[in-house]
């Protein structure tokens, strides 16, 4: 086949959703087909309404492929050019805008519903996203779930290497992910300041939200934490390997993700993760096997889940040897690329396909 990719900036961004979307393009590669990537400038949400009015936007998305994907975090800019495209397209959804607890969520299911009408199939990374765009209108039978691997670092960590770290020194959580307010650092420090256990939180991350990175030191200032919580950046691979493998917990309590690739790359590790109930981390994190699950905005949770893990060292190693196998247990990404390669065949050979709308 041949199949476009169209995305916000450059494939060779670092987030999960990049390279979710990088992995699939290089299986994509690897099974026959030709990929034609289109990188899109990036938009702030009216900039990315604006698009759709422009004719030469909608030239840079027309290119000699069989089906396109599109990254659904494109979606403002193609609501429109999507009913002028010479093929069908197909979207990749990571999580749905609207899906945040946002002020103008409303807002933002009323674009992503009309987005997802024009496309002719959805590829999801959890069940969570496929309910999520199912409840905006698109038909489960034009949907297939993908997750994507975990195996980012596939550490060499066996149940002696969880054992011998569980007894070491006080309770070492790790934040890793965008420093932004849909992630819940702030939760989590708050959660660290009410634990009774002594707790040490690394924090690995860009900044994407200066104010919020802002409201979170000064929470840290605040609350005593300067010698507690250590904020690390944005580290490379090996590095953040490194963090990993000394930690004992992955704390994450995103008020929503719609799969949470970074939970499966902490199992790898051994690591229980600390996650939000919102979204699609419970497809991945077992309550009370793999690590625990906490409402989104609930420190005291939070604080409960980290004093129950540094309480009991038995626990936290029985916890880890049990995310490590679920991360073994987790399909790898030739398996999502088979799911996602079968999707556009049937989209690409479907009677109506690709047949724009002229025009006027």
């Known amino acids: 086949m041949r199949v476009g990719l169209a995305l916000y900036g450059s494939l060779d961004e670092r987030s999960g959703g990049f390279r979710y979307d990088r992995k699939l393009v290089e299986g994509l590669r690897r099974a026959g087909d030709t990929v034609e990537v289109v990188e899109l400038p990036w938009r702030a949400y009216p900039r990315g309404l604006l698009d759709n009015a422009s004719p030469r936007f909608r030239d840079r998305l027309r290119v000699d492929v069989d089906v396109m994907l599109q990254d659904e975090l494109a979606h403002p800019s193609l609501l429109r050019a999507n009913r002028h495209l010479p093929c069908p397209t197909v979207s990749v959804v990571h999580h749905l805008r609207a899906s945040e607890p946002r002020r103008l969520a409303p807002l933002y299911r009323a674009v992503e519903r009309r987005y997802l009408a ?5 590829v999801c990374n959890s069940a969570a996203t496929r309910d999520a765009v199912a ?3 698109v038909d489960p039978d034009a949907t297939v779930v993908a997750p994507p691997a975990g195996d980012r670092f596939d ?4 149940d002696d290497d969880i054992a011998a770290r569980a007894g070491e020194g006080p309770l070492r959580a790790t934040f890793v992910g965008n420093l932004a307010p849909r992630k819940g650092l702030d939760t989590l420090v708050e959660g660290v300041a009410r634990a009774d256990a002594a707790v040490d939180l690394t924090v690995v991350g860009r900044t994407v939200d200066e104010g919020h990175v802002a409201d979170v030191r000064r929470l ?3 609350r005593g934490l300067g010698d507690r ?3 690390s950046g944005r580290l490379s691979d090996a590095e953040l390997a490194d963090v990993l493998r000394a930690s004992h917990v992955l704390a994450v309590p995103s008020r929503y993700e719609g799969f949470g690739i970074v939970y499966l790359e902490g199992m790898s590790f051994g690591l229980p993760a600390v996650a939000s109930r919102a979204g699609g981390a419970s497809e991945t994190v077992a309550d ?3 690590g625990v699950l906490v409402d989104p905005d609930d420190p005291g949770a939070v604080a409960r889940a980290l004093d129950e893990l540094a309480a009991d060292p038995d626990r ?3 916890m880890g040897r049990a995310a490590r196998r679920r991360y073994e247990r987790h399909p790898d990404w ?6 996602v390669r079968r999707l556009l065949a049937d989209v690409a050979d479907a009677p109506d396909a690709a047949e724009p709308e002229v025009a006027t």
Do not use: I, M, Q, Y
């Open 316 to 318: 936290l190693v029985e």
């Open 334 to 339: 030739d398996d999502s690329t088979a799911r």
């Open 229 to 231: 919580v250590r904020f």
């Open 135 to 137: 409840a905006l209108g």
């Open 118 to 122: 024009t496309v002719d199939g959805v």
């Open 288 to 290: 009370g096997e793999t």
């Open 220 to 222: 840290v200032r605040e």
């Open 155 to 158: 550490p060499a960590v066996d």
